[in-house]
Nanobody, 119 residues
């Protein structure tokens, strides 16, 4: 199994920055992809950014140029640097990992961290 714990959320004014971190524990050697998702009230959970084991990254169009995902495999962490925050970035942010455990690729989620951007 893989356990994920997010940290770094909070309240920030529009235009400000926050850095989210996600620490993985357990069967971390089997993790392939680590991603950040977010879910705003009344909306579906959406992919924000992803980082593969090979180093490739991807971003939602809405955050390109403002958010940067980084990963430290030695420390089993993935971070999301969020700059130029907008009120519409307000959401609960979740860390997700894909890991090969018990013969299949499983999805593991953190508990989420609240990000609130005031206008």
């Amino acid at each position: 199994q893989v356990q994920l714990v997010e940290s770094g959320g909070g309240l920030v004014q529009a235009g400000g920055s926050l850095r989210l971190s996600c620490a993985a524990s357990g069967s971390t050697f089997s993790i392939r992809t680590m991603e950040w998702y977010r879910q705003a009230p009344g909306k579906q959970r959406e992919l924000v950014a992803g980082h593969s084991n090979g180093g490739s990254t991807r971003y939602a169009d809405s955050v390109k140029g403002r958010f940067t995902i980084s990963r430290d495999n030695a420390k089993n962490t993935v971070s999301l640097q969020m700059n130029s925050l907008l009120p519409e970035d307000t959401a609960v942010y979740y860390c997700r990992a894909e890991a090969w455990i018990n013969g299949y690729w499983g999805q593991y989620w953190g508990q989420g961290t609240q990000v609130t951007v005031s206008s």
